[in-house]
Nanobody, 124 residues
């Protein structure tokens, strides 16, 4: 059974940091992504990583502040979030794709498996 379990969310102040973790089990994945949904908004892409080659992608507003990485031994993907802003407040979801893909994995339609989400709240 495939499971993605996010952890690490919380309430922080603007300028603080958080590290989210996505623990995957049940199979291997070609790509893992992070998405977020802010109140009243559509779900949007945040970052993604190809498991085999480690290539990463970021949404423009988080470049330079967020870093996605993977720890293969634990089948875990992390999202290090620095210099957090109030507009980063959202529920963050981990998503995984099983089959190979060569393009930019920034669409939620590319992902089959999803975690339950973890709340990140950034106060000003």
């Amino acid at each position: 059974q495939v499971q993605l379990v996010e952890s690490g969310g919380g309430l922080v102040q603007a300028g603080d940091s958080l590290r989210l973790a996505c623990a995957a089990s049940g199979r291997t994945f070609s790509a893992v992504g992070w998405f977020r949904r802010a109140p009243g908004k559509e779900r949007e892409f945040v970052a993604a990583i190809y498991s085999n080659v480690g290539r990463t992608y970021y949404e423009e507003s988080v470049k330079g502040r967020f870093t996605i990485s993977k720890l293969n031994a634990k089948n875990t993907v992390y999202l290090q979030m620095n210099i957090l802003k109030p507009e980063d407040t959202a529920v963050y979801y981990c998503a995984a794709r099983a089959t190979s893909y060569s393009g930019i994995p920034n669409s939620d339609r590319l992902y089959t498996y999803w975690g339950q989400g973890t709340q990140v709240t950034v106060s000003s």
